[in-house]
């Protein structure tokens, strides 16, 4: 489901391949050896929901939906969702998700990352550098 492309010293690269291919559940982690927050892909089929609540004690995580539509339950709140959708969810309570749809599969990306752990981000954290591109 996962495939290691290539990686160096400074990277780590791999694919789940075409999204509209991929399906059911894969965790990047210790494939791409991170460091700061644990990936995964996931698709739900039409009607099917992740078959269990659960919650983090550390981490934070957000939702990004790729493709199709459904709705996301955060304790007793439920709201729609659809392709672009970005979810933040916080420690300490209940998450799930569902496919709402008929007919097309659900693909989302969820990141986990520790809560309250980043301090400076884009432009805050980049250096411009020069070196001559080779792309
Ligand atoms: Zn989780």
């Known amino acids: 489901m996962f495939k290691k492309l290539n990686d160096g010293e400074k990277y780590s690269h791999g694919t789940v391949g075409n999204l509209a291919d991929f399906d059911g559940k894969v965790f ?11 990936i995964s892909f996931g698709t739900l089929a039409p009607g099917q929901a992740v078959p269990f609540f659960h919650s983090h004690k550390a981490n934070e995580e957000n939702y990004i939906i790729l493709s199709g539509r459904g709705a996301f339950q955060v304790d007793e709140n439920v709201f729609p969702i659809g392709e672009g959708s970005v979810i933040r969810v916080a ?9 709402t749809s008929e007919s097309d599969n659900l693909v989302y990306i969820c990141i986990q990352a520790k809560q309250d752990s980043l301090e400076d981000c884009t432009m805050g954290d980049a250096l411009i550098t020069e070196r001559e591109s080779r792309l």
């Open 91 to 99: 420690t300490g309570c209940d998450r799930n998700i569902k496919n």
């Open 28 to 38: 990047v982690k210790d494939e791409l050896k991170e460091t700061s927050c644990e």
